[in-house]
């Protein structure tokens, strides 16, 4: 099988659009939104603007119409730069608005996404719990049928949802159980709950480690009661759908874990270049020279792996398996080298002064957020058939 995943001219201009816009408009914003741990409504519409949102989602729906390859090249750009950036971007594209793409029917698309693809809207995934995370099928969050009326009725809570209480938040996808089997199994279905809708209460969350300067919201569903035509996709296959979310979602994380590893490099790579000890540039010395090696051997190791599976999902091969790989190792390859690269700027490393600083604490989340370390190798064993 030949894998064609090498910058082309349409790609590179990608590339390069993006690492301009994150280092000319992101980076002299990026330290002081992540001190007032503040979310940018100004920069986000600009991000639309350069068409960062409804990347994939085809013209005909006022997206991009962008190859998934094309899309984790943004991401990654946004986060070389700025993790907090990137998972605006990340989240409402392969959490937000491709469910309502792929499960919505005609009415749907029609009706939400346009405005979900120029970055004056912003939709988030409403799937983790405080007691449903890993164990996503968990969920309490309830929704009974009114055949009276024609509306389900939805109480419960989310916690953790990026995007979903910005003054740009315009609706979540919420999983709800509607039954249960015989043998108790909960039924998940999915729903549209526009922003606003009466009983739904977002509360931003602060005091984050990190990508604090995303939005980070707490959902509470007091009797919201929604049309029977918001149900997304079919009755009872809501997990189904939101774990193949995820499947698309996790290229996105890989993607900003490839880009926060070749941020830390390429700042790690300077920083040792002009810092002198014992008389000589500290990237000459030999352990500085190999952790700097290191460093750079797993971001190509990281960037072929991620970029054969967005190929994959863009050819409709089977691509999941490669999916929780990129996901796992990317994450692991930015927090090896934030760490790598903070011990090298030594104390200064530890000073906000120097991005290394925050990127560090933005590594830790790659490691959790859909879908933890140890989840993907979970999933990756079943692919193996252990």
Known sequence: MSYQFEDNEELTMMRQTVRKFAETEIAPLARDLDEREEFSVELTKRMGGLGLFGTVVPTEYGGQGMDYLSYVVAVEELARVDGSQAATIAAHNSLGAAPLYYYGNEEQKRQYLPSLCTGEGLWAFGLTEPEAGSDAQASKTSAVFDSVKQEWVINGSKIWITNSASALTKGI???????????????LSCFIVPAGTPGVTAKAMHGKMMWRASNTGELYFDNVRVPAGNMLGVRGQGFKMMMETLDNGRLSIAAMGL???????????????ERRTFGKAISQHQAVAFKLAEMATRVEAAEGLLYKAAWLKQEHKPFQKQAAMAKLYCSEVAEYCAREGQQTFGGYGLMKEYPIERFYRDAALLRIGEGTSEIQRLVISRYLGC
């Open 173 to 187: 996808t919420v999983q709800a159980v509607t039954g249960r089997a015989e043998n108790g199994r909960a039924e």
């Open 259 to 273: 880009g926060l590893a070749k941020g830390a490099l390429e700042m790690t790579l300077r920083y040792a270049q």
